[in-house]
Structure formats: C-alpha cells, structure tokens
C-alpha cells in the first residue's frame, strides 16, 4: 500500500492551498482518513481526520479555516487550507487506516509528507 501526497508549497499569509493524498495497493476497505503535521522542533499533530461514513475533527487551531474531504471511490483525501498563518508551516503528512480484508487487522499508512510554508 503507498500513500502519495501532493500541493505543499509556499504561500503568504491569508492565502490558500489544497493538499491530495492518494491512496493505491493492496486495500479492501478504508477506515478513517487524515492529516497531520510536524513543525521544527515540534512533535507531530493531527490536524484533521474523516471517517469512513464523513465525520469530521479537526484541531481547534484550524477550525473554521480548513476543510477536510474524501473520495472513497478514487481513494483519496484532500485537505483545503484557506486563511493560512505562518504557524501553520509545518511538514504535513496523509494517514489511512486500512484492512486488506475481511477479518484482517486495520493498519496505518504513512505518507511521504510535503512542506508548506506561510510567510508573513
């Protein structure tokens, strides 16, 4: 199973970007979907995840600003970030939790990451 992420860049302040994740291999079923982020020095945190049936989370640092949505069929997630800040520059990286059958247990995949970087 490979996660392939895209859309980082850098933006200024108050602007936007999308970010994709797609999803291919060996799956049966895809449980939740997220995405998370790592800034220097910092620990990595979850931003926004989807379950299976559309319920959303988000943190509340991004509340209100990001949107989170998924495409069960195609596999993928995608993360729209408007109203962007410099905190929000971090490495961002998908994750799917997975089956690759009935009975099997669910597992965690990992994307590569891509950077966004806000500047003021």
């Known amino acids: 199973v490979q996660l392939q992420a895209s859309g980082g860049g850098l933006v200024q302040a108050g602007g936007s970007l999308r970010l994709s994740c797609a999803a291919s291999?060996?799956?049966?079923?895809?449980?939740?979907m997220g995405w998370y982020r790592q800034a220097p020095g910092k620990t990595r945190e979850l931003v926004a995840t989807?379950?299976?049936?559309?319920?959303?989370n988000y943190a509340d640092s991004v509340k209100g600003r990001f949107a989170i949505s998924r495409d069960n069929a195609k596999k993928t997630v995608a993360l729209q970030m408007n109203s962007l800040k410099p905190e929000d520059t971090a490495v961002y990286y998908c994750?799917?939790?997975?089956?690759?059958?009935?009975?099997?247990?669910?597992?965690?995949?990992w994307g590569q990451g891509t950077q966004v970087t806000v500047s003021s």
């Open positions: 994750a799917v939790n997975y089956r690759t059958g009935v009975g099997v247990i669910e597992l965690t995949k």
């Open positions: 291999g060996s799956i049966f079923g895809i449980n939740d």
């Open positions: 989807i379950s299976s049936d559309g319920t959303t």
